[in-house]
């Protein structure tokens, strides 16, 4: 019947609509038809090389550093970065080692976070020498191959060094612990160039909590104490990105709250769709984009599947996820390479970036510009904002923190308690 006929397709309509307003929720759509109709996997690549090559592509974090120490006793003379390293023990042999610069290359990696890490066990110990050597190796490493990289410690900084074809390297500390609870070591690193901190690896700093011991989530408060909150205002007072990935959320929640400027997750992805600790719950995501911030998606397959099998399209998941949530502007990429033993099916090693941008204009849902924010644009922003806090504060006369940790940070170590030590009356 004609009424019954019309409520047909009346339903038919709205479904449509309903469908077609879910399926936008995705993004938004490209920007010229002309996107949507590349179809062919070669035709997506050209697109993504011609990006990378506008944008430098800038990874939160690799751990080559730190097999460079575990293999090589950062011995440079020993190491070959310019060779193709899957030919060259140790590192052939190892499902850790997954760059050299030839694959870098042919990723088309525009700026990277080389990550000076020392092992938790090494707090109250050596932790702060352990990191300043991790820090020395690598710009050794970026000045033996200036070639191919140049060392970088500002957003213009990695733009001029993209502009001339080389790889910008940066620094990043990850965990707490390197600092031996003082602002003085912090700063040092600064003057040395170190740009990121992630607050805390799997351990405890006195002042900061891990997601590896998070007890239970009670919701705002207890991750920063009152000096974790000091460490994250000198961090905006000098300008170092704040990186929260491996922190607990009470952490998370209280950096959010208490940073003058934005903050980074450098290797963590969405924990509704993977839930491990090492991934940023919704919540959290929402502050993220109010505070301005980045998320660089991981890509160990553990964060990714919460299993042993992965695969590049289950890695772009988790940037539709978090676009669907907070939008394109607040994602980046943290591979994580070399800091893992599980790589998803097409993202296997530095070289296969440009696969992972080419799975986003596959959903014919991705334009040019959106890939420029994930590729580097976006780190840009954050880097430019953190700088700017920075000058702000400068400019507002705020001079170096001298707070101390109220109890020293000594505990079963066999480092001198400074304070107990009386200078000596002349006699
Ligand atoms: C993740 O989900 C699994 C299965 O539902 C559950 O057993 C596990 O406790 C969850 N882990 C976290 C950290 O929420
Ligand atoms: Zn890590």
């Given amino acids: 019947m004609k009424g019954a006929?019309?409520?047909?397709?009346?339903?038919?309509?709205?479904?449509?609509?309903?469908?077609?307003?879910?399926?936008?929720?995705?993004?938004?759509?490209?920007?010229?038809?002309?996107?949507a109709t590349l179809t062919s996997t070669r035709e997506r690549l050209q697109t993504v090389h011609q990006v990378l090559k506008e944008v430098p592509l800038i990874d939160g974090h690799n751990d080559l550093p730190w097999n460079i120490r575990n293999f090589v006793h950062n011995q440079l003379n020993e190491f070959d970065f310019d060779k193709d390293l899957r030919q060259i023990s140790p590192w052939s042999k190892s499902a850790w080692s997954q760059t050299d610069l030839l694959r870098l290359q042919q990723g088309m990696v525009g700026g990277q976070f080389w990550v000076a890490y020392v092992p938790?066990?090494?707090?109250y110990l050596n932790a702060v020498q352990l990191t300043l050597e991790q820090v020395d190796l690598i710009k050794r490493l970026i000045d033996k191959y200036s070639d191919y990289m140049e060392f970088a410690s500002s957003s213009r900084e990695i733009l001029e060094a993209h502009s001339r074809g080389k790889i910008a390297g940066l620094i990043g500390v990850e965990g707490g612990h390197s600092l031996g609870s003082s602002l003085a070591v912090l700063r040092t690193?600064?003057?040395?160039?170190?740009r990121y901190l992630t607050l805390t690896h799997t351990c405890n700093t006195p002042w900061a909590k891990s997601s590896s011991v998070e007890?239970?989530?009670?919701?705002?408060?207890?991750g920063l104490t009152d000096f974790g909150k000091v460490v994250v205002r000198e961090m905006n007072r000098l300008g170092m990105l704040i990186d929260l990935s491996h922190t607990a959320r009470v952490t998370m929640r209280d950096a959010l709250e208490v940073s003058k400027a934005p903050l980074i997750f450098?290797?963590?992805?969405?924990?509704?769709?993977?839930?491990?600790?090492?991934?940023?719950?919704?919540?959290?995501?929402?502050?993220?984009?109010?505070?301005?911030?980045?998320?660089?998606?991981?890509?160990?397959?553990?964060?990714?599947?919460?299993?042993?099998?992965?695969?590049?399209?289950?890695?772009a998941e988790h940037i539709y996820y978090i676009r669907n949530l907070i939008g394109v502007d607040y994602i980046g990429v943290g591979g994580d390479f070399d800091g893992i033993n599980k790589t998803p099916r097409g993202l296997e090693d530095?070289?296969?970036?440009?696969?992972?941008?080419?799975?986003?204009?596959?959903?014919?849902?991705?334009?040019?510009?959106?890939?420029?924010?994930v590729a580097g644009l976006n780190l840009l922003r954050v880097f430019r904002q953190v700088e700017k806090v920075r000058d702000d504060m400068q400019k507002d006369?705020?001079?170096?923190?001298e707070i101390l940790l109220d109890s020293p940070d000594t505990i079963g170590n066999c480092a001198l308690d400074i304070n107990s030590v009386q200078r000596l009356t002349e006699v």
């Fill in 350 to 373: 530095v070289s296969r970036y440009p696969e992972l941008f080419a799975e986003l204009l596959r959903s014919g849902k991705w334009n040019v510009e959106d890939l420029k924010k």
């Fill in 397 to 401: 006369g705020i001079r170096p923190l």
């Fill in 266 to 315: 450098s290797h963590s992805s969405a924990f509704s769709i993977c839930n491990s600790t090492r991934n940023v719950p919704d919540d959290v995501l929402k502050q993220l984009a109010v505070n301005g911030g980045l998320v660089m998606v991981t890509f160990f397959n553990y964060f990714v599947k919460c299993g042993p099998d992965a695969s590049v399209t289950d890695v």
């Fill in 189 to 194: 690193l600064y003057q040395l160039g170190v």
């Fill in 215 to 222: 007890e239970e989530d009670n919701g705002n408060g207890g």
């Fill in 5 to 35: 006929g019309h409520s047909r397709v009346w339903k038919l309509t709205v479904t449509f609509f309903a469908i077609g307003s879910w399926m936008g929720r995705v993004g938004p759509r490209p920007a010229d038809g002309e996107l």
């Fill in 120 to 123: 938790c066990k090494s707090q």
